[in-house]
Structures are given as structure tokens and as C-alpha cells.
């Protein structure tokens, strides 16, 4: 909704919710829409429906839409005569939730503040078509992963994940898909050798296989397509692109954008989430990577933190002989860092990278790591201070009774059952708690999440739900 122009907040059950709606109604800042998922532990959507609509101190009640997992149906059913003023089913499309919004508002002729590109109408229309599609996501680098899937979750696309080649042709054996995301450069079994070895059997003839690589080097696209890729994506990956080039190859049809008028809100935005300020990032830059999503960019930036051992990396790498390695490693944090807006740190890797290729002299390698390092080192410095900020902010929140606890559990529950991707930011408001009980389940838990290891995270949370439950007694 932030990159629709929307002021936002979030509320964590339907009782919040109500109490936030009436206290910005009191204050002459009455909501316009609100997106009120419907299962919530023990105060859900519907009930806090007919709260709001019996409040009759509201001057403006606000324009009410359902979020759902079930059927638009199932939930009309349920509701019976309670008014909504829409449904939106999860996965939700963001064309979907603006074109629900402002119908439920009434503003079909809107356009939100900022310069950010917009489909037309029929490129909406073209990506309900493959909304559902099944998406095979070939990349190794963490980072490319959870910008990738977010993205495509955001637009109700399903998707598997294939760290490398051949994970990625046994997962064609298992499943049928639509088209493959498919990083040229891969541990184990690269994206050229991987497509290779798909064209060859028969079945996959047909089979949409779009490259993605952080390699935008003249003749890179040529070279996809003579391994037999259908398409190339130079990273960072942009939604729009994303999406424009999945309906063009699974479709056939080409969609194009349109570009508002208005000038951004991004100054505005920064401020108010309190972003670090940090000279050699440009965060317009990764906003626009994150598709505006602060959330998103914000888990995006945390874990760049994790390149701080990269030299150290690099050069044992190099000692053993490994250059291939070591050219990986820099083509690797080159992709990460241009997805951040890390440009100064992306072109050095990519320096690096070349270096590597060309296999030349040890100094010359050494130099321009010894200049990459310095900008890195400064860079994740004011990461890490930006991480303390915040982990220090949620230190100092009150410590949660076992209720309350229960009920941030049964949320993170919830969205690890839905796949929902905002699972990670859930689990910060139990991540500090957890720790102070004691639990030593909790880091590894936090792999489980940023990994997308849903299924094993549901069972380690239930195993901490049942230890938290015996502290009652």
C-alpha cells in the first residue's frame, strides 16, 4: 500500500484494530480503507467487523475490505449480513489490491503521489491471467532468493526454490511448471549447463526459461538465448520487468507500463521509518528493487550484514587455488549489493569479478579487494549500528505475559501456514522474549524462516508454544 501512495500502519489482531480505527477517529484522522484478514486468534476479522460497525461515535466509518486465505464464498457465507465493502484472497495481487481499494473508495480514476511505474489496465488484466502460475526459482544467492520470492508472492504467483542446476532439474521431475527463473551462475551445476541438460528432454521443449543474471555485459543476452534460455533478466530484478516478462512467456503476450507524474514521496517515506543514513547507498535505488516494500528492503539490508566475512572468504578461496570460487563469490555480492543500492559496492565486485575471470595477476586482485573491502567495511558498519538501533528498541519493550506471548505465537503460526512471507517480521516480536526465557530453539527457529523452511519452523514453533504453555503451570 506504501507504494500506492497510502499512509499506513499495521495492527496485530482484530481488537487492535479497533482500538486504533476509533482513537484516529477521535483525533479528526478517521481511516479511509481497511484490510482486515479474517482467521486472527481469538478476536478474528468478523468480529472486529461488527465492533466497528456498532461504534457509533465513528464521524466516518472507515471502507472495510476482507483478507482471506478461504474462498470469497466461504467467507460471504460466514459473514452473512454484515456489510463488507470487498474480499481479497490471498495470494493477493497488488493490481488486485488497488483495483479493490479504489473501487470500495469509489476512485477508479486515482493515481497515487510518487513516480512509480504502474501497469495499464490491460497489463493488470494480462496478469490475473497467470496469477496461480507455478514458478521454478533457480538461484543460490540469499538475498536474490527472498527479493524474488516476495515479489512473486505479492503478485499470487506460486514458486519452488532450487539452489542450484541440479536441484533445479529434479524439482522438473517432480512437478510441472509454468517457466523457470534461472541464475546463470550457480554452484554445482550452473543456469547454461542446466538449461542444456532441460532442452534435451523432449518434455520441456516449450518450457519459458528466462535467465537471471547481475552480468548486463553486452552480448550476455545472446548468449542465454543460444543456450537455449527463452528470455534474460539483468538483476536487480524490478517487479514491473519481472512481471512483464513472466505474462510475455507464458502468455505470449507483451504489456507495457505507464510512468505517473508526480513527484515522489520517497524523502518523506525515509524519514518516517527512521532509515540509517548511510552515503554510499542510494536507497531510492533499492526501495524501487523492493518494489516500496519498507519491510522488505529493510530484511534486505539486515542480512547484507552477512557479507562482513567476505574478504576472508575470498582470499582463502584464492589460497586454495579456487578461482572459480572466488569469482562467484564476487559475482554473488555484486547482485546483493545492487539490490540494497550499494552501487559503489557493486561495481567493485563487479571489477573483481572480471579480475577473477581473466585470471590475472595476484596484485591486481588484491588491490581492488583491498578498495571493495574499505567501502564494505564502511557500509555494513552502518548497518550493524542501524541493527543495534533497533534490536535495543525492542529490548526495552516490557517483557510478555505467557498470554500474550501465546497470542504473538499463534499469529507467526498462522502466517508460517499461509507461506506468508511476512513470517520473518512476525517472529521479531517474539524473537527478544523467547531469548529471555531461555529458549535455545529460537536462532535456529530464525534459520528456519529466513530459509523458507516453513514446514519444519511450524513444527519447532508448536514444540516452543508447548514448553511456553507448561510455564503457565
Known amino acids: ?24 477517529d477521535s483525533h479528526q484522522r478517521p481511516y ?36 482471506t486465505a ?52 490491460t497489463s493488470r488484466d494480462a496478469i490475473e491471467t497467470i496469477k496461480g502460475s507455478r514458478i521454478l526459482v533457480a538461484e543460490d544467492n540469499e538475498i536474490n532468493q527472498e527479493l524474488i520470492i516476495e515479489l512473486l508472492t505479492e503478485a499470487g504467483i506460486l514458486y519452488e526454490l532450487a539452489e542450484n542446476g541440479q536441484e533445479a532439474l529434479d524439482w522438473l521431475d517432480k512437478q510441472t511448471f509454468d517457466a523457470v527463473l534461472m541464475d546463470v551462475h550457480m554452484p554445482v551445476m550452473d543456469g547454461f549447463t542446466a538449461t542444456h541438460r532441460i532442452r534435451e528432454d523432449g518434455r520441456f ?38 512481471l512483464m516478462t513472466l505474462v510475455k512467456a507464458i502468455t505470449g503476450q507483451a504489456i507495457s507500463l505507464i510512468q505517473t507524474e508526480k513527484t515522489s514521496d520517497l524523502e518523506n517515506l525515509l524519514a518516517e521509518e527512521k532509515l540509517p543514513v548511510i552515503s554510499s547507498v542510494d536507497m531510492k535505488a533499492g526501495l524501487m528493487v523492493a518494489n516500496y516494500n519498507m519491510k522488505l ?69 588484491m588491490t581492488v579487494l583491498h578498495v571493495l573491502q574499505t567501502e564494505l567495511d564502511s557500509v555494513i558498519t552502518s548497518l550493524k549500528e ?38 520473518g517480521e512476525s517472529f521479531s516480536a517474539v524473537q527478544t522474549e523467547l531469548v529471555e526465557r531461555g529458549f535455545e530453539e529460537v536462532n535456529e527457529l530464525m534459520k528456519m524462516i529466513d530459509d523458507y523452511d516453513f514446514e519444519a519452523a511450524i513444527e519447532l514453533l508448536a514444540k516452543i508454544k508447548t514448553l511456553v504453555s507448561k510455564q503457565d503451570a
Open 70 to 121: 478461504y474462498s470469497a464464498a466461504e467467507l460471504e457465507e460466514v459473514a452473512g449480513d454484515l456489510p463488507l465493502n470487498g474480499v481479497l484472497v490471498k495470494p493477493i495481487n497488488p493490481s488486485a489490491l488497488l483495483d479493490t481499494t479504489l473501487r470500495a473508495l469509489g476512485k477508479q480514476g486515482f493515481l497515487p503521489s510518487g513516480n512509480i511505474p504502474l501497469l495499464t489496465a
Open 32 to 67: 479511509g480503507p481497511v484490510l482486515m484478514d479474517w482467521k486472527m486468534p481469538e478476536f478474528d476479522g468478523l468480529q472486529a467487523v461488527r465492533e466497528i460497525n456498532n461504534e457509533v461515535s465513528l464521524s466516518r466509518p472507515p471502507v472495510i475490505l476482507m483478507v
Open 386 to 423: 542501524f541493527d543495534n538501533y533497533e534490536a535495543d528498541a525492542q529490548g526495552n519493550t516490557q517483557c510478555l505475559d505467557n498470554k500474550t506471548l501465546k497470542k504473538h505465537i499463534d499469529s507467526l503460526m498462522m502466517l508460517l501456514q499461509e507461506n506468508d512471507t511476512e513470517a
Open 205 to 242: 521443449n516449450k518450457l519459458p526459461i528466462i535467465a537471471t543474471t547481475a552480468n548486463a555485459l553486452a552480448g550476455d543476452r545472446q548468449r542465454c538465448l543460444d543456450a537455449g534460455m527463452s528470455d534474460y533478466l539483468s538483476k536487480p530484478i524490478h517487479i514491473q520487468q519481472l
Open 297 to 365: 528492503y529493510r530484511r534486505l539490508l539486515k542480512k547484507f550484514i552477512r557479507n562482513e566475512t567476505f574478504q576472508q572468504e575470498f582470499i582463502e578461496a584464492l589460497n586454495r587455488g579456487e578461482i572459480i570460487i572466488a569469482e562467484r563469490m564476487a559475482h554473488t555480492l555484486k547482485g546483493s549489493a545492487g539490490n540494497i543500492g550499494a552501487t559503489k559496492i557493486q561495481v567493485l565486485a563487479a571489477e573483481l569479478q572480471n579480475l577473477c575471470a581473466e585470471n590475472v595477476a595476484m596484485d591486481n586482485i
Open 1 to 24: 500500500m506504501l507504494g500506492f501512495g497510502f499512509h499506513t500502519k499495521m495492527a496485530e489482531n482484530g481488537w487492535e484494530a479497533v482500538k486504533e480505527i476509533k482513537y484516529a
